[in-house]
């Protein structure tokens, strides 16, 4: 018997963590909960497994990562639709979704050796008679905690350069997606049957917490800023390295010479895609006073196009039901302090759906404009020139990815952005750069995944040194002579000394 009460609620029935659609209520699946004893075995298992996937090597792991990237592009759809089924996400958006997926598998198996692999390191004169040579090495299991927000992308953005990199990876997906979780994992398994490289852990946050402190080399989380706190706490304890991917209120800037079309459409689906539940969404938006008033009609006549229902449409409704609340109170508190609505307003939410919200002239230090409202909803403040939209852009702790629009200083106002990402006349469409790094600063996190960074992410480092000649220069040995150090001090007062 199902004991779904609110639709899109997880809920734990007799052991069981049951998923359902937020818009039907409809199961989409059910997955036995890990007791604390059953993490910490499944971490073991993965690195007895870890072992055997190290060995294969970078050829064997890359020819493995291809087949199951070949069996994500042929069973797209069927992805999609339960990504739809289990989060409410627009089918059109799933599909997105998994290909940027796709891409990621794809260059993370075929660059692992590249970026990672043993290779010779210039020495210099001060150890000329030493040769180096670098690897990285996997960390053995890697433990990954995802979001429900973008159930495939995100983890995925860590496990297939994880993999890629040798190691096993325990996978604990969100409550609220734990169907989608367990798919990747099946899929992983049916090309890679011998050993339990990927698996799942399911449930709630505990079971997360637990594999923060199951033994795990490294643990890569991506979830919300507060969750980040504890896990990191947890991950303290035993000194286990973290990659925190955490989230954002990303701002956009519109500058005078902008192309107001193009901006109003990268707008649009930048802020609104996934109803806004997306932690690089553009959330807030600053339009120089030239072009503010134009600019805002154009965002209003194709937000107010946008359908919202439970299929087909173009916005779904909000995963989790809990955040039509927060939703709700960002939209009121910006209308009473000020703002206005120029499309949709506090009558747009109507749970699970909310239609897309356009405020304007909403107060800076307002919730809508501060915190992260996760929804379909866009705040569009006026600013005086770039210089301004940069510093209310700057503002925030958070500092994860942002867009600019313009032409002329539009690249230099990107650098100036404080964030780990920014995407020049485009919304969010760093993400899907497989060759670039994603990650943030501040609130937003560390560590970046995606790119060569992310392969390195989940390699350490190893440095060696070999001796291929006798030292001329003794240093590093109790045989050298008072002469031999007079002669190292002329030697690096000759190679350093002068300013
Ligand atoms: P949460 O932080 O609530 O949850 C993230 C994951 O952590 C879930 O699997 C959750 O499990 C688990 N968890 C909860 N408590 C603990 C704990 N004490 N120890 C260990 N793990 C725990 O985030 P959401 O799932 O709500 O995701 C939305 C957030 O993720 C937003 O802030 C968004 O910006 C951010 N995000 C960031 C991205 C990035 O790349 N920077 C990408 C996508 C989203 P359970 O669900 O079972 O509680």
Same mark, same amino acid.
């Given at each position: 018997?199902?004991?779904?009460?609110?639709?899109?609620?997880?809920?734990?029935?007799?052991?069981?963590?049951?998923?359902?659609?937020?818009?039907?209520?409809?199961?989409?699946?059910?997955?036995?909960?890990?007791?604390?004893?059953?993490?910490?075995?499944?971490?073991?298992?993965?690195?007895?497994?870890?072992?055997?996937?190290?060995?294969?090597?970078?050829?064997?792991?890359?020819?493995?990562?291809?087949?199951?990237?070949?069996?994500?592009?042929?069973?797209?759809?069927?992805?999609? =639709?339960?990504?739809?089924?289990?989060?409410?996400?627009?089918?059109?958006?799933?599909?997105?979704? +998994?290909?940027?997926?796709?891409?990621? +598998?794809?260059?993370?198996?075929?660059?692992?050796?590249?970026?990672?692999?043993?290779?010779?390191?210039?020495?210099?004169?001060?150890?000329?008679?030493?040769?180096?040579?670098?690897?990285?090495?996997?960390?053995?299991?890697?433990?990954?905690?995802?979001?429900?927000?973008?159930?495939?992308?995100?983890?995925?953005?860590?496990?297939?350069?994880?993999?890629?990199?040798?190691?096993?990876?325990?996978?604990?997906?969100?409550?609220?997606?734990?169907?989608?979780?367990?798919?990747?994992?099946?899929?992983?398994?049916? +090309?890679?049957?011998?050993?339990?490289?990927?698996?799942?852990?399911?449930?709630?946050?505990?079971?997360?917490?637990?594999?923060?402190?199951?033994?795990?080399?490294?643990?890569?989380?991506?979830?919300?800023?507060?969750?980040?706190?504890?896990?990191?706490?947890?991950?303290?304890?035993?000194?286990?390295?973290?990659?925190?991917?955490?989230?954002?209120? =990303?701002?956009?800037?519109? =500058?005078? =010479?902008?192309?107001?079309?193009?901006?109003?459409?990268?707008? +649009?689906?930048?802020?609104?895609?996934?109803?806004?539940?997306?932690?690089?969404?553009?959330?807030?938006?600053?339009?120089?006073?030239?072009?503010?008033?134009?600019?805002?009609?154009?965002?209003?006549?194709?937000?107010?196009?946008?359908?919202?229902?439970?299929?087909?449409?173009?916005?779904?409704?909000?995963?989790?039901?809990?955040?039509?609340?927060?939703?709700?109170?960002?939209?009121?508190?910006?209308?009473?302090?000020?703002?206005?609505?120029?499309?949709?307003?506090?009558?747009?939410?109507?749970?699970?759906?909310?239609?897309?919200?356009?405020?304007?002239?909403?107060?800076?230090?307002?919730?809508?404009?501060?915190?992260?409202?996760?929804?379909?909803?866009?705040?569009?403040?006026?600013?005086?020139?770039?210089?301004?939209?940069?510093?209310?852009?700057?503002?925030?702790?958070?500092?994860?990815?942002?867009?600019?629009?313009?032409?002329?200083?539009?690249?230099?106002?990107?650098?100036?952005?404080?964030?780990?990402?920014?995407?020049?006349?485009?919304?969010?469409?760093?993400?899907?750069?497989?060759?670039?790094?994603?990650?943030?600063?501040?609130?937003?996190?560390?560590?970046?995944?995606?790119?060569?960074?992310?392969?390195?992410?989940?390699?350490?480092?190893?440095?060696?040194?070999?001796?291929?000649?006798?030292?001329?220069?003794?240093?590093?040995?109790?045989?050298?002579?008072?002469?031999?150090?007079?002669?190292?001090?002329?030697?690096?007062?000759?190679?350093?000394?002068?300013?």
């Amino acid at each position: 018997m199902t004991a779904v009460h609110v639709p899109g609620a997880p809920v734990i029935d007799g052991g069981v963590l049951v998923s359902s659609s937020p818009a039907t209520g409809a199961e989409a699946g059910r997955f036995p909960v890990a007791s604390p004893t059953d993490v910490t075995a499944a971490v073991e298992r993965a690195r007895a497994a870890g072992q055997w996937w190290a060995a294969l090597g970078f050829d064997g792991r890359r020819e493995r990562l291809l087949r199951w990237r070949a069996l994500l592009a042929q069973r797209i759809e069927e992805l999609a =639709d339960l990504v739809h089924r289990e989060g409410g996400k627009p089918i059109g958006d799933a599909v997105v979704e +998994v290909v940027t997926a796709v891409e990621h +598998v794809d260059w993370a198996a075929r660059n692992a050796r590249r970026v990672l692999g043993p290779r010779r390191v210039r020495s210099r004169l001060i150890l000329a008679e030493f040769s180096g040579h670098l690897e990285y090495q996997p960390y053995g299991v890697v433990g990954v905690i995802g979001p429900w927000n973008y159930p495939v992308f995100t983890p995925i953005g860590s496990t297939a350069y994880a993999l890629a990199a040798g190691n096993a990876v325990v996978f604990k997906p969100s409550e609220y997606t734990p169907a989608v979780g367990q798919w990747l994992v099946d899929t992983f398994t049916e +090309v890679v049957p011998e050993q339990p490289v990927l698996t799942a852990v399911h449930g709630l946050g505990d079971v997360g917490a637990a594999l923060c402190r199951s033994g795990v080399g490294k643990l890569a989380f991506t979830g919300s800023t507060a969750t980040a706190r504890k896990v990191m706490a947890a991950c303290a304890e035993t000194l286990t390295p973290v990659l925190v991917e955490a989230g954002g209120k =990303d701002a956009m800037i519109v =500058d005078s =010479d902008a192309d107001l079309d193009a901006a109003a459409e990268a707008c +649009v689906w930048g802020a609104l895609t996934n109803a806004g539940q997306t932690c690089i969404g553009i959330e807030r938006v600053y339009a120089v006073e030239p072009v503010f008033d134009a600019f805002v009609e154009k965002v209003v006549a194709r937000a107010g196009r946008l359908t919202v229902g439970p299929d087909g449409e173009d916005i779904g409704p909000i995963t989790m039901p809990a955040q039509v609340d927060v939703i709700r109170r960002h939209i009121d508190d910006a209308l009473a302090r000020g703002g206005r609505a120029v499309l949709g307003g506090t009558d747009a939410v109507q749970a699970p759906y909310v239609r897309p919200t356009v405020l304007v002239d909403v107060p800076e230090d307002s919730a809508a404009v501060r915190e992260e409202t996760f929804g379909p909803t866009l705040t569009i403040n006026r600013v005086r020139d770039a210089d301004e939209a940069v510093a209310r852009a700057n503002a925030l702790p958070y500092g994860l990815g942002g867009s600019v629009f313009g032409r002329r200083r539009a690249v230099a106002i990107a650098r100036r952005l404080r964030s780990g990402m920014a995407s020049v006349n485009s919304t969010l469409t760093f993400a899907g750069m497989s060759t670039l790094p994603f990650g943030g600063v501040g609130d937003s996190g560390f560590g970046r995944i995606h790119g060569e960074d992310g392969l390195r992410e989940f390699g350490r480092a190893k440095a060696i040194t070999r001796r291929r000649a006798r030292s001329l220069l003794p240093s590093m040995t109790f045989e050298r002579t008072p002469a031999d150090v007079a002669r190292l001090v002329k030697v690096v007062k000759m190679m350093y000394g002068r300013g």
